[in-house]
């Protein structure tokens, strides 16, 4: 499986680049009022309002950095057939594709139920490296008010 990879944080974080319509650079969000802590903001692409959500923030961690490898990665909403719906994910250092063998044994998240998971963990070389599932990073209430933003019906 080929992985785009990124930092959320200390972690290594690898996305299948099969869920990825387009990662774009960093560009200016606007912030909705009252929003969680975790949407970094919403911008319009392609005539479509996008919200972006900030996987530091959303895992727990200061805002997500401005360096020059921050990007937003594009991805089409679940169930949105038409597949014409988006939102971004925020990550930091995003600059390296890497391969990694179907079949590598993967340790499972170990994440409360409704908690933030950002997917389960395999041997990277050295270290370890988790495998975004973006359908399963966000608790149902926060999946709800990303499919509303995004204008696709919860």
Excluded: K
């Excluded at 805002?63 to 089409?76: A, F, T």
């Excluded at 590598?104 to 270290?127: C, K, Q, W, Y």
């Amino acid at each position: 499986m080929l992985l785009l990879t990124f930092q959320i944080g200390p972690e290594a974080v690898g996305l299948d680049i099969r869920r990825v319509r387009e990662v774009i650079p960093r560009v200016r969000l606007q912030r909705p009022t009252g929003g969680p802590a975790w949407l970094a903001g919403v911008f319009v692409y392609h005539g479509r309002v996008v919200p972006v959500i900030d996987l530091h923030q959303l895992a727990g961690h200061a805002p997500c950095p401005h360096h020059l490898s921050s990007r937003i990665i594009l991805l089409p909403v679940a169930g949105d057939a038409a597949g014409e719906h988006l939102y971004g994910i925020l990550a930091a250092q995003v600059a390296d594709l890497r391969e990694v063998p179907d079949g590598v044994p993967a340790m499972n998240s170990l994440v409360e139920d409704g908690g933030i998971d950002l997917g389960s963990t395999v041997a990277d070389g050295g270290g370890v490296l988790r495998l975004l599932d973006p359908e399963r990073m966000l608790p149902a209430a926060a999946r709800r008010q990303i499919l509303l933003a995004a204008g696709v019906p919860a």
